[in-house]
C-alpha cells in the first residue's frame, strides 16, 4: 500500500515535470525548465549545424548533443505515457484506455515523428541528416506552451470570420494584380512573367509592400497598374494587423481583469467584501509586479496614482528614518488627496505585487464604497500629521 | 392549376439554386455550391493556361472545361431570367417589365459580357483567348457573394468621406514628391527621372514602403529629399488601413449584438423577457458556434466566464459519471461565483450555439435581473452541494 | 448711394468666388470650381509638359494655357485685394490698413511669388520654365481648401507633443543605426557607406521598411545588425500611423456629433426638446445622406436599425402600392421592435438626410423619453395592423 | 554661516542647472539649454567628421570642439558630484556615501566612459578616433532627460509581456521561414543561402516587408513559400506598433487627466469644489496651451466647444471694439447653447491656458453641476443683449 502511494506520488511529481502546462513545485519546474532548454539546444545545433565551418570543427560535440537528447526524450515520452492518467484536464483517467487515446493525441504522434526515424534509422545504419532536420518540429512545441501563444490563439480564433474575409479579398486582389500585370507586361518581359503563377511573386511582393524590385514592370501601361496596386495593397494588406492588434488589446483587459480579481480578496481593506462587490472594485484597479529594488516612484515626481500591496514588502524613503510597508498596506494617496508632487521614493524590498489606482478612478471607488473612502482620508490625514511634525521638529 | 403551381414551386426552388445569396433549403445551396465551384475552377484553369508547359499538356481538358461551363452558365443565365420576378427584394416582380428591368440591371450585364464573346465568337471560327481572359471577371462575381466583402463594403461607404480626404492628401504628397525629385534627379539620370510621370513610380515606390529599388536618387540633394519622403509616407500611408480597421471592429460589434439578440430569445431563462429587456442583456453577452467534440474548456483553466445553451448538446466530464447538458443550460457560473478553476472539461457533443457571459458583466447582468441572480445562484449551490456529497462518497 | 450699395453686392459675391471657403450661391460655387478647375489643369500642364515628346506636340497650347491661366489669376488677385474687408474672420475691415494687412497674409505673399515671376520675366524676356515649376505652389492651395485637410491639420495640431516625441525617438535610432552600420561596413565598402551620412540613406530604407537594396550590409556583424534594426522600425516607425489613425477616428466622431445635433431639431418627434435633452439624443444618433435612387435597405434584409427622416421624399416599396415617406416621418422600426427581416425596400426619391438610430440604442432612447416610446410604439402597431389587413385582402 | 548659506544656493542652483530634469528658474534652463545643445554640436561634428572632405577642410574646428567640449563635460561632471545630495528624489542627500552611490548610478558610470578615454588618452598621446565615436554614447543621454521618451518608456513596461509574446512569435516565425527557405534553396544558390543564418537575412528582410532583394528565393517551390512568408509577415510584424499605438494613446489620455486637474482648480468658476468634484470636471474637460497671438477660432466657424481661461489673455475681435478676457473668464458658450456659428474671432494676446469643453460634454457637465448651469446661462443671456443692442445701434 505504501508502495503504491510512493509510486502514485512519484508518478505524480514526473507528470508535473513533464507537462510543461503549469505546475507550482519549485523542482519540478526547474525540470521542466531544463526540458525546454535541451529542445532550444537542439534547435541552436540544427541552425549552427547547417554552417559548413562550424559543421565541420563541432562535428562531434553536435552527434553527441543529438544522441543524448533523443535517448532523453524517448525517456520522456516514456514516462507521459506512464503519468498520461494524472493529466490536468482529466480526459485521460482510464489506466489503459486513457493510455492508449493519449498515444493518438496530436502532441504525442508529434513527438514520435521525431523519434521514430532516429531509433529505427540509427538500427538501420540510416542518415542522420534527416533527423536533424526533424528537430525544427519541436521549436513549435516549445511555443505552444507560451502563455502569449495562447493569447494570440485564442484572439486568431475569435477572429477567425474577420480574418478569413479579409483573407479572401487580399486573394481576389493578388488574383486579379497579377492577371492584369500578364496581360501588360507578357510580351515585354517573356522571362519574368511567364505566366500568372509567375506574375504572382512580383504580385504578392508589391501588395505586402515587400518589394524585393527583381521583377517590375516595365510598360507604362504596367507601371499605372502597378502604381494602383501598391495604393491598394498598402490599404488593404495591413488591415489583418491592425485587426489583431485591437483585439490583443481586448484580450489583454480581460486577462487583466481575472487576474486583479482574484489580487482584490487579499488586500485586507477589501477582505470582507462579497463577490458581486469585488468586480465593482476590480474594474478600477491595475495588477502591477515588482522586482527587488524596484522604484515605484521618486520623490518629487508627479502624483497619479495609489497603490495597495497583495505581496511583499517596500520602504518608503521618508528623510528621517526610512518606513516599511507589508501586505495590506496602501501608499501614495497623499499626492492625490492633496494634488501635491510624491514626497518620498518608494523602492520593493522584495518581489512584490501591487494594485494600482489612477486619479481617475479613486474618486468613483470613493464613491462606490463610502466606508473605504473614511478609513482612506483618516490614514491620509494621520500620515499629514506625523509629516508636518517631522517637519517641525527639524 | 396544379401544373402551374408545381412549375411556380420548380420557379422558385431554381430562383434559389441560381441566386447566391441566402436561400435556406439543403439541395439548392449544394447546387449553389456547384456553381461557384464551377467559376473557381475556370478561374485556375485560365490561371494555369498561361502555363505554356501545363496549356499544352492539358490543352484538351482546358477547352472541354471552357465549352461545358459556357453552356452551363448560358443555362443558369437563362434560369435567372425566368427567376426574376421572384428576386429577393422585389424588384422584379412585373412578369414582363421586371424581367427586362433585370436583364439590364449590373449583375446581368456582367455576365452578358462573359457570354456574348464566345457564342458570338464561337459561331464565327473567332479566337478563344479573349473569352478566356474574361472570366475573370467572374471572380469578382465570387467575391461579391461573401459575407465578408459585405462588410468590407459598408465599412467603406461609412468611411468613404475620411478615405477620400486620405487619398487627396496622398496624391498630393505624390505629386509634390514626384515633381521634387524630378528637378532634382533629372540631370543625372535622365533616363530613369525621364518626366513626373516616370519619378512618380519612384515616388509611389517609396511613399507606399513598397521600395523596389530599380530607380533611386543618386545626388546628395536627392537622397536627402528621399530620406524625407520615406518618413512622410511611413505616416501617411498606413492610415487608410489603420481607419479601416478600426471602422472593421466597430461594425463587427454591431453584427454581434443582431446575432446575440436574436440568440437571447431562444434560451428559456431569457424567453419571459420583454424585447427592451433582452436588449439590456445582449450588450453583456457575446455568441459562440462549437463544431462537435470542440472544447468549450478544459478542467483546472482559469474560469473567467460562464455559458448558456443555445441549441446543441454538450457533455461535462464529471469524475464519476459525465452529465449533459442541453438547450437553455448554463455551465461555468461556479468558478465565477466561487473564484476558483474549472472543476471539469466540458465538450461539445453536436454542433452547438452558446452565449457567453464575462466575470466583469456577471455581475452587471445581477444587478439588471435579480431573478435571474436567485436562479442562477440557487442553481450554483445545489451544484456544489452535489459535488461534495459525490465527493464524500469517494 | 444705389450705384455703391449694388458695387457692394458685387463686391460681395466677387468675395464669394475667390474665396474658395464656403460660400452658398451657386453661381459663385461654380465660379470657384472653375479656378479650382484651373489650377488642377495648370498642375497637369505642368506634369506633362516634363515628357518631351508631348512637350513638343502641345507646344503652343502649353504656352497659351499659361499666359492664360497667368492673367486670370492676376486678376483674381486683384478682385481679392479689392475684397478683403468682407473677408469672413473679419480680419480686414478697415479698406485701407486691413487690405494691407491682407497683402502681407501668408495665403497673398504665396500667390505673389507665382506672379511676380511671370509679369518680371515676361517684360524682361524671361526663361518660362521658371514660372512653369513654380505652379506647383498652388497645388498646396487647393488642398489648403479641401476639409479634409483640414481635419488632418486639427489632428496634427492636437496630436503634436505625442508626434514630436516618437519623431525624436525615430531620429534617434536613425543616428544610432547609421553611425553602428558605419563603422561596421566603413572598411568593406568604402564607397556606399562613406561617411555617416551616406549611411542613413541605408538606415532610413530599413527603418521604414522601404528597403530599396541598392545598399546593404554585407558583412557578418553589419547582417546582424541589419536583422535588429529592421525588428526595431518595423515596431517604432509605424507608430505615427498608428496614432494618427486614431486620432482621425475619433476628429470624426466629433464632427458627427456636431453634424447630428444640427439635424435633431429638424425632426418634428424632437422639435419641442430643449437643447440639453438634443444632446442626450444626439449622442446615439448616426447622420446619413442618400442620393436620388439610392437604397436604404432591401426587402428581407436583417433589421438593426432604424431611420428618421430630415429631409428628402422616399419610397417604401409596399407590394401593393409604393408608400412615401416626407420629412420627419420615421421607419424600419417595426423589424427592431418584432426582430424580423426588413418587410419591403426603401429607397430614396431625392437626395435625402437620415438620421440612423442602432438597435442597440433605441432601447436607451426608449428608457431616456417614454413619451417618444410611445409615439413611436403606437405607430408601429398601427403598420402592423395595416399590414396584416393588406395581406388578409389577398 | 552667511558664507554656507550662500554655497548652499550656488549649489542649489548649480544642480538645477546640470540637472537636465524639469527646473523651473529661466537661467538655469537656459544654461541647460545650452549643454544640450553642445550634446548636439558634438554629435553632429562627429556625423560631418566622417565625412572625408569636411573631416578634412574643418579639422582643425572639430579637434577645437571636442577639447573644449570635454573640459566642459568634465567640470559638469565635478559639478554635479558636488551637487549629488540635492539630487530630486532624495537617492543620495548623505555627504559622503550619497555622492558614492551617485558615481556608481548608471548615468554617472555612462559619463565617466565618455570622459576618461579623452583624459587617459589624451595623456598617453592617444589616437582620438575612438573618443569621438564615444559621444554617440550621449545622444541616448539626450533623448533619456525628453518627456517623450519617458511616456514610451512607459509604455514599454506596461506593455512588456504582450510585446515579449509577439517577440517570441517572430522569432519563431523567423526561425521556421529561414529553415525552410534555406532547405528549398541551398543546392540553387548555394551562395546565398549558405546557411540557416545566411537564410535568416532573407527572412527578416521578407517578414519586416522590408524587402531589399539582393536574396531572394529562385526555385518554384521556394517563391511559393516566400509568398505564404510575405503574407504571414504583413499579419504579424506590424503587431508591435498597433499594441504600442493603442497603448501610446492610453497613456496620454491618463496624463491629460493630470495636466487637467491640476488646472481645474485654478479656473475661479471651480474654485470652491472639493477635489473629488473636480475629478468629475477634470474627465470633461481637455487642457490646451497657445502662443502670443494664436487663433482660437474664426468668426463664422462651426462652434464645436466652449473655453475657461487658466491663464493669459484673449482679445475677443468685437465688430465695434475688440474686448479683452483674463484668467478665470469663459468664452464660446454661445455657440454651443444656441446652436450657430462663432460670432467673432478670438486671438491670443500672450501665451495662455485654456480648458476646452465640447458640445457633447458641456450637458453633462450642466447636469452634474446645476449652479454651474445657471451661473454660465445668465452670462450667454448677457452676452446675447448686449450683442443685441450693439446690434441695434448700427
Given at each position: 500500500m505504501a508502495e503504491t502511494s510512493k509510486l502514485g506520488a512519484l508518478?505524480?511529481?514526473?507528470?508535473e515535470c513533464v507537462e510543461r502546462h503549469n505546475g507550482q513545485s519549485r523542482s519540478s519546474s526547474v525540470?521542466?525548465?531544463?526540458?525546454?532548454?535541451?529542445?532550444?539546444?537542439?534547435?541552436?545545433?540544427?541552425v549552427v549545424g547547417t554552417v559548413p565551418d562550424m559543421a565541420e570543427r563541432y562535428r562531434t560535440s553536435l552527434d553527441i548533443l543529438l544522441h543524448v537528447s533523443m535517448v532523453?526524450?524517448?525517456?520522456?515520452?516514456?514516462?507521459?505515457?506512464?503519468?498520461?492518467?494524472?493529466?490536468p484536464g482529466g480526459l485521460y483517467t482510464d489506466p489503459v484506455k486513457g493510455r492508449l487515446r493519449y498515444l493518438v493525441s496530436p502532441i504525442m504522434l508529434a513527438d514520435l515523428v521525431v523519434l521514430i526515424p532516429y531509433f529505427v534509422g540509427f538500427g538501420a545504419g540510416f542518415d542522420l541528416r534527416f533527423v536533424r532536420v526533424i528537430r525544427l518540429w519541436w521549436l513549435l512545441g516549445i511555443t505552444y506552451y507560451l502563455p502569449a501563444v495562447g493569447t494570440l490563439g485564442r484572439v486568431l480564433k475569435r477572429e477567425r470570420r474577420t480574418l478569413f474575409a479579409v483573407m479572401v479579398i487580399m486573394l481576389t486582389m493578388l488574383f486579379i494584380?497579377?492577371?492584369?500585370?500578364?496581360?501588360?507586361?507578357?510580351?515585354?518581359?517573356?522571362?519574368?512573367?511567364?505566366?500568372?503563377?509567375?506574375?504572382?511573386?512580383?504580385?504578392?511582393?508589391?501588395?505586402?509592400?515587400?518589394?524585393?524590385?527583381?521583377?517590375?514592370?516595365e510598360?507604362?501601361?504596367?507601371?499605372?497598374?502597378?502604381?494602383?496596386?501598391?495604393?491598394?495593397?498598402?490599404?488593404?494588406?495591413a488591415l489583418p494587423a491592425g485587426i489583431l492588434a485591437s483585439a490583443f488589446s481586448e484580450e489583454r483587459k480581460r486577462r487583466d481583469f481575472m487576474l486583479t480579481w482574484s489580487l482584490v480578496a487579499r488586500v485586507p481593506l477589501f477582505e470582507s467584501l462579497k463577490a458581486r462587490e469585488i468586480a465593482d472594485i476590480a474594474i478600477l484597479l491595475r495588477p502591477m509586479q515588482l522586482t527587488t529594488h524596484e522604484v515605484v516612484f521618486h520623490k518629487d515626481d508627479e502624483a497619479d496614482s495609489m497603490f495597495f500591496i497583495v505581496s511583499g514588502e517596500l520602504e518608503?524613503?521618508?528623510?528621517?528614518?526610512?518606513?516599511?510597508?507589508?501586505?495590506?498596506?496602501?501608499?501614495?494617496?497623499?499626492?492625490l488627496i492633496y494634488r501635491r508632487p510624491?514626497?518620498?521614493?518608494?523602492?520593493?524590498?522584495?518581489?512584490?505585487?501591487?494594485?494600482?489606482?489612477?486619479?481617475?478612478?479613486?474618486?468613483?471607488?470613493?464613491?462606490?464604497?463610502?466606508?473605504?473612502?473614511?478609513?482612506?482620508?483618516?490614514?491620509?490625514?494621520?500620515?499629514?500629521?506625523?509629516?508636518?511634525?517631522?517637519?517641525?521638529?527639524?
Open positions: 508518478q505524480s511529481y514526473a507528470q525540470l521542466r525548465g531544463a526540458l525546454i532548454l535541451l529542445i532550444a539546444v537542439n534547435i541552436l545545433a540544427f532523453v526524450f524517448a525517456w520522456e515520452y516514456a514516462v507521459r505515457i506512464w503519468t498520461a492518467p494524472l493529466h494584380a497579377s492577371s492584369l500585370v500578364y496581360l501588360l507586361e507578357h510580351e515585354r518581359q517573356p522571362e519574368r512573367f511567364a505566366s500568372i503563377p509567375h506574375a504572382m511573386w512580383w504580385g504578392m511582393a508589391t501588395l505586402t509592400t515587400v518589394g524585393y524590385g527583381d521583377v517590375v514592370p510598360s507604362p501601361l504596367g507601371r499605372v497598374l502597378g502604381v494602383i496596386i501598391m495604393l491598394l495593397g498598402v490599404g488593404t494588406f518608503v524613503e521618508l528623510p528621517h528614518e526610512p518606513c516599511r510597508l507589508g501586505r495590506g498596506a496602501h501608499f501614495g494617496e497623499l499626492g510624491r514626497t518620498a521614493t518608494v523602492i520593493a524590498l522584495s518581489h512584490a505585487e501591487l494594485l494600482e489606482l489612477d486619479a481617475k478612478d479613486l474618486h468613483k471607488l470613493f464613491e462606490r464604497r463610502p466606508k473605504l473612502r473614511s478609513s482612506i482620508m483618516a490614514e491620509a490625514e494621520r500620515r499629514l500629521a506625523s509629516d508636518r511634525t517631522a517637519a517641525e521638529q527639524v
